[in-house]
Each structure stands twice: as C-alpha cells, then as structure tokens.
C-alpha cells in the first residue's frame, strides 16, 4: 500500500525532470520496477547465491592469510570491504583491486539520495555519480565485446533482446547494484564486528557453536542497521493507531526505533545471537524489500565464521573509529586487536 513516487508520479521534492531521469528500480514504482526488478533478480537465485560462497570465501581467506600474523586489523579495510567487494566483483565483473576506489565514489554518491537535506553536497554526489558511470559503461561496454557469465553480461544481453532495458536503465541498475551491494554491506559487516568486539561474550559463543551465524547475523542486522531509516509514499489512506494519515503523503519509517520495540523484541536493548521469533526491518518491506537480502547475509555469515574460526577476541579501538562520508550508517575505518585461536 506504498511506494517510492506520489500519486502524480513524482519522487517527493524533485522535479518531473529529475523524477524520470531516476530509473533505478528502488526510485520507481509497477510497472517498471516490477519490470526492472525482474531482470536483475536472476542474479539472486539460491543457485546464483551458493555458487558464488566458496569464491567470496576463497578472497576472504586469502586476504586474511596476507594479514597473518599481525595482531592488528581494520575491520572495514581488511574485513567488511573485502567480502562484500569479493561478491560484487564475481557478480558484476569489477576488477578486485578496484574495491577501495570504488567504495569511496559509493560512499559519497550515497547524497544523491537526499538532495533536499544536503545540498551543499550534491555537487561531490554528482561528481561522484558521472565517474562511476563511466567506470561501468566502460564495463559494459567490454561485455558487449566479450560476454561472461557475470550479471552484467546477462543485463547487457536483456538489453540487446529488445526493448526491455535501455542503456540508461543498465547503467543505473549496475550502479545501483554497486552502492546497495557494497555500501549497506560495509555498514553490516563493520557494525556487526563492532557489537562482538563489544559484547564478547557474545563472540566466544559464536566460536563454540558456530551454527548460530544465521541468528547472529539477524541479531546484527536488527541491533545497528546500515540504513536507520527509509521513507515511503502511501498510496491510500492508513491509520496509524488511530490516527489516519492522508494518501499521497511521505511517511518516514524509523527502522532502527523499529527494531528496539519493546512490543515485539523481549529485552530489545541486549546483543543476543541466539534471539529467535520477530523479524527486524532492516531490509525494509513490501514490494521494494531489499532484493539483496540474501546476499548480504551471505556475506555476513562467511564474514562472521571466518573471524570466529580464526580469532580468540576482537577488540575495536572505539576512539580511533572513523565513519565513512555516507548517507547511511557506514564505518570507514575501525582499527581493532586481534587475539588469535590458539
């Protein structure tokens, strides 16, 4: 009963020019997103998804070796950038050594999201935004040469099957694949260390019962979300509590305050990877509920089990923590100390 545009079609607070130059299928509403959202779903089958676990693993353990044995570690740099970029270069075709560069353009193109709340941002966003899309047409361009069995070759071949998908809705959907791949990811994974590093109790029963990363990484996603909140057009009149707010109005959804209900989570303010029952809402909801749900908590759990399979203790130094230039909830750096397993 929700969406992205208002009745008359518009994204709330940009133009009729601005609204149509959106094309990325979280900006847009049926029939094209239903449309968008289609073509690139295939990417995120079960199949797809347990296909690409031993490559991001692989790249994980490589770099974590490279590391041995230092005793100190960035928890972003060396840990919840690797394995999101791992996954997002085996599904696009990006470059792996491209990772840092591209978390950066990501990280600050995240402000074309809110362009009325920082304006004076938006020329960095657009900056950031024009560089990505010459990375990526660059990209595409190659599969249209020489097609592989990556994501993008398939969207490259729905595009040249028709009318389906234009260059500018490939463009858009490979960058908007990029920053929700890697931007939300970072923020799980880095967060999700922060609260083990802080609660290591915690950690030490990850270790001993390692079959609880599914719940631990829900728990993550539930105590610090990436994306605290989202907001949402209704498309009918809807009563909250008694109070009914008009259709075509932008509501703000708290997803973090969500997420500590004490309604719906007993105890809603402790860290605990064994919680079962109620679901967060951190992947938002209805028809836009995040397409790469799955995928980030792939990416989460191969993550977690590394850390817990390697490592005694983590302990982040909170006073060096640095955040990322992001609209969302994203460490940039959190050095850390390591205590291997014996």
């Given amino acids: 009963h929700s969406g992205m545009r208002q009745l008359d079609g ?15 299928m979280l900006r847009t509403d049926p029939p094209d997103h239903d449309r968008l959202r289609g073509l690139v779903s295939k990417a995120f089958t079960p199949h797809a998804l347990a296909a690409l676990r031993p490559q991001v693993q692989a790249e994980l353990d490589r770099h974590l070796d490279s590391l041995a044995p230092a005793d100190r570690i ?24 491209d990772r840092d ?11 074309r999201l809110a362009k009325q709340a920082f304006p004076d941002l938006q020329p960095q ?10 990375y990526m047409l660059e ?27 234009d260059t500018e809705e490939l463009l858009q959907q490979s960058i908007g694949l990029l920053v929700a791949g890697l931007e939300t990811t970072i923020g799980l994974i880095g967060n999700g260390m922060l609260c083990f590093s802080r609660y290591p109790q915690q950690f030490e029963r990850l270790q001993q019962r390692p ?22 057009v209704l498309w009918q009149d809807t009563d909250f509590d ?14 973090i305050a969500a997420n500590r209900d004490p309604g719906v989570f007993p105890d809603p303010d402790t860290f605990d990877i064994g919680r079962s029952g109620a679901r ?59 205590k291997p397993r014996p």
């Avoid at 928890?75 to 050594?97: I, K």
């Fill in 10 to 24: 518009l994204i709330p607070n940009e133009s009729r020019e601005e609204t149509e130059a959106s094309r990325f």
């Fill in 74 to 97: 960035d928890l972003v740099g060396d840990l919840a950038l690797v394995v999101p970029a791992a996954s997002m270069c085996a599904m696009l075709g990006v470059p792996f050594e």
């Fill in 101 to 111: 560069r591209l978390s950066g353009l990501v990280s600050v193109a995240t402000y």
């Fill in 125 to 134: 966003a657009e900056a950031a935004i024009m560089e990505l899309a010459s």
């Fill in 139 to 165: 990209l595409i361009e190659q599969r249209r040469q020489s097609p592989t069995d990556d994501i993008l070759s398939g969207l490259v071949a729905a595009e040249e099957a028709g009318d389906r998908l």
């Fill in 211 to 232: 079959e609880l990363v599914e719940k631990a990484v829900e728990e993550c996603l539930r105590f610090e979300p990436s994306v605290p909140y989202t907001y949402r």
């Fill in 242 to 255: 008694g109070i009914v707010i008009p259709a075509d109005t932008p509501v703000w959804a708290v997803l």
């Fill in 280 to 338: 967060h809402c951190s992947f938002g909801g209805g028809i836009h509920f995040c397409l790469g749900s799955h995928l980030a908590r792939l990416n989460a759990e191969v993550a977690f089990t590394a850390m817990a399979r390697r490592y005694q203790s983590v302990s982040a130094d909170e006073q060096l923590i640095e955040w990322a230039p992001s609209l969302f909830r994203i460490p940039g750096k959190i050095p850390a100390r390591l």
